[in-house]
């Protein structure tokens, strides 16, 4: 029996953007997803088509238990973690041999197929190797990483990635002369952000600034407005929409005292809120009792 865990992800900057190739950074948080994969000669079917995809990709059976402290559905990689986790725990149980860069690899693999071509490489690099990350077009580099108190807020609006994405698409296509700046002005944020990780009202101010452009892109939602102007109100440095936006998560950042201040803004808009940091770990193997 192998059990193993990958950690979730925030986008911190220069979502959306990033699909245009300019900079992003994506970030590795603290709830985890706990993949618990057992040999087995009568195996049950998994339920969730990216465990299902992880055992073709090994080809083995086996059964699998899965205990997740991230939410899911809210922008947050919960698909990446649980594809990540459930490959690492296949890999040690069965002694497969896969390296990180091979697990990575192949649970973007299986999360572009169960996702019909809509996946990109960042959430199942974080899952994988967890940290801070820079992502310019198809390269990533690890930024050393930084503790910072965050407070995920999520607003319980479903959204669709893809349905985002080709959103801000057509939106270009119509407006290239007003949406082409707005996605530079981002990649400019992101850049400008890189140099304020010891100043976080600097780096609050830039989160606010990126938020605001992706409003501009239409990917805001009435819930997610709501969120951000309260975490603000309640004493936040800076907050933004996380990730695709039109429902999912936004993520402030917070002094340490303000943390729950600002949780409790969140959960009084009807929200789920997580108080969370950075995870630098990665997939992780876990005892077993
Ligand atoms: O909603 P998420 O966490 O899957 O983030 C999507 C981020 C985009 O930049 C909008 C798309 C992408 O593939 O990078």
Sequence with gaps: MATWSAPGKVFLFGEHAVVYGKPGVAMAIKPRIYVTVRK??????????????????????????????????SGLGSSA?????????????????????????????????????????????????GGMVLITGDSKRRLPPVNMHLVVGCSQVSHST??????????????????????DAIGEVTMSALHTFAKPKEFGCYMDINHALLEAL???????????????????????ITGAGGGGSIIA???????????????????????????????????TA
């Design 81 to 129: 973690a649980v594809t990540v986790a459930t490959l690492s725990a296949i890999n040690d149980e069965f002694r497969i041999g896969y390296s990180r860069d091979e697990i990575a690899s192949a649970a973007y693999g299986i999360e572009k197929k169960v996702q019909k071509g809509k996946a990109s490489t960042t959430d199942t690099y974080v899952a994988t190797f």
């Design 218 to 240: 239409g990917v805001g939602h009435p819930a997610l407005t709501r969120l951000v102007l309260a975490a603000r109100a309640a004493g936040a440095y800076g907050a933004k």
């Design 40 to 73: 087995s000669r009568n195996p049950t079917r998994a339920k969730s088509p990216y465990i299902e995809g992880c055992f073709r990709e090994m080809g083995v059976r086996g059964s699998v238990y899965v205990r997740s402290m991230l939410p899911s559905s």
């Design 162 to 183: 893809a349905k985002m994405v080709g959103q801000v698409g057509d939106m270009r296509n119509k407006h290239p002369g007003i949406v082409n700046p707005i996605l």
């Design 253 to 287: 950042l917070c002094p340490k005292r303000a943390k729950s201040r600002v949780a409790g803004a969140i959960e009084s808009c009807d929200a789920r809120a997580v108080l969370t940091t950075i995870d630098t770990d990665g997939a992780r193997k876990e005892r």
